[in-house]
């Protein structure tokens, strides 16, 4: 079973700083998902990788391969960017999903 | 597209009861599967379908049966609840790539909120 650790768990920062969280895992894995999820809602899909980066506005996802890790960048972080930022990965003909526990990000204006 | 949806929003049950959680996608997608997730752990796999008529064990199964008669719906059925399966139930949904065996960017409904006393 592969394990997913995420770090870390907590994050408090000021509006305008640059964020990264971090997501490694233990076994080869197909894809590697990114997803948020605000207080009290739903789960969004950000990013799905198997290698290189991915931007999508202020968010940018890099995963290296060899290493076994990813990483998850906010520039100009926003309070409307506070929300549970969860890491997922699926292995190599391995359809189900292994989720971190998430890192919980607070933006303070 | 309404994308992924879920009912109940809330439910509270007694000790023994038994209840349907209903899920349903709009978005032919292939792969189904129901998720618990309780504080301080990540989300956990309880059932998984890649099609109509083909449903599978995740995780954590005890206590829940599922059946995919269509393809847009997944129904997770409590059998007895229990206090253990007080959580919050989420229904995701993606496409599947049935020889590669790998599945896509997952659509997740907004939540089953499920409090068992």
């Known amino acids: 079973k592969n394990e997913v650790e995420q770090s870390p768990q907590n994050l408090t920062a000021q509006e305008g700083e640059f964020i990264t969280i971090n997501c490694s895992y233990s076994?080869?894995?197909?894809?590697l998902h990114w997803l948020q999820q605000h207080p009290g809602g739903g789960i969004v899909s950000l990013f799905m990788l198997s290698s290189g980066k991915k931007k999508h506005g202020r968010l940018i996802a890099t995963i290296n391969i060899q290493e076994k890790h990813s990483s998850l960048h906010i520039t100009a972080s926003h309070p409307r960017d506070s929300a549970v930022y969860i890491c997922a990965v699926s292995g190599f003909g391995n359809e189900k999903l292994t989720f971190g526990t998430g890192t919980r990000l607070t933006i303070i204006p | 597209n309404a994308g992924v949806t879920q009912t109940p929003k809330f439910q509270v049950l007694k000790t023994g009861q038994s209840m349907t959680l209903q899920c349903a996608q709009d978005?032919?997608?292939?792969?189904m599967s129901w998720y618990r997730q309780d504080p301080g752990m990540g989300l956990r796999l309880i059932h998984y379908?890649?099609?109509?008529?083909?449903?599978d064990q995740g995780e954590v199964p005890n206590g829940y049966n599922v059946s995919r008669s269509t393809t847009e719906d997944f129904p997770l059925r409590l059998l007895s609840a229990a206090p253990s399966q007080t959580s919050v139930y989420f229904c995701a949904s993606s496409y599947y790539h049935e020889n590669a065996g790998t599945t896509y960017e997952q659509y997740f409904g907004p939540g089953t909120r499920l409090t068992v006393t």
């Open positions: 978005m032919n997608h292939e792969y």
């Open positions: 076994v080869g894995i197909s894809a």
């Open positions: 379908s890649v099609g109509a008529g083909i449903t």
